[in-house]
């Protein structure tokens, strides 16, 4: 085990030949704290969660070292020394990664079972420690954690928590006909989910997900009320060749509390939706 890091679809191990000053882990997220001074009132007022009635969190955000292993970076051509080329070319692969803001996808080797999104960036200029050279990668991630894959087992008992759990129906092998249109509802969540989606089937398929207010999406534009459709930090359509693609969050925005999936299919074939959970 290399104790290595996938940030977007690059390996700091098996694409760039770096190895962790320390075991690599990312830092706790940290509940956002109001508090208030009353005058005439003993002690603090916390107001932390008197919009929301649960906690809320700020970004998890730190950094990690690596080492450079030369004698592989050396065999890269660089047109400058060995650490200033190796820092330029992985700034540039960062920034290609971070195009989509807030989106890349960080998953840790020693934590598989999770992925963050976010972003990671280069952190300062070349170090030494220990007679080798280092790089800092810096990151600022979403609170919440996301499963990498669902699980898929049976299991013998029903875990379903009524308190907690979402019950999401017709989200499993849909039918759909060419130039057949389709709108889901989804449940909303205290809890943030990632909303995913695979087409299998002819041509592509258009997608979005389209948050409001009380009301379904068009009828609360027409009403005035916050609605917004689309996000351009998520794909927009399917080909059978992408397999589950992140589609959306349903987070715990206050302004939206009705979320809908509209789908429109150029070609016959199945559409599977899939609710990610976020954990701390």
Known sequence: MYHSITIGDKNTWDDWKMIP???????????????VDVPGRDGTTYLSKSLTGYPVFKAREGSWEFYLDTDEWRGQNLSTPVGTGALEYLSRALAKSNSIPAQTRVRLEDDPAFFYLGRVWVNGGIKQKNGHSVVTF??????????YDNIQEDWVWDTFG?????AVPYCKDIPLKALQNMTFRMPPS??????????TGNGLLAIS????????????????LPAVKGDPFYSSTLDESMGKTDIGL????????V????VSAAGAGTLNLYYQPAYL
């Open 259 to 262: 979320y809908e999936v509209g």
């Open 162 to 166: 009524f308190e907690t759990d979402l």
């Open 250 to 257: 349903i987070d715990n925005d206050l302004r939206y509390d």
């Open 190 to 199: 205290e809890k943030p989910s990632l909303l995913q989606a695979k087409w």
């Open 21 to 35: 000053v320390s075991r690599p882990v990312v830092a706790p997220p940290v509940e956002k704290i109001l508090s």
């Open 138 to 147: 810096a990151y600022s991630l979403y609170p919440f954690k996301f499963l």
């Open 209 to 224: 997900l389209a948050k409001s207010q009380t009301y379904p999406y068009e009828k609360a534009k027409e009403l005035g």
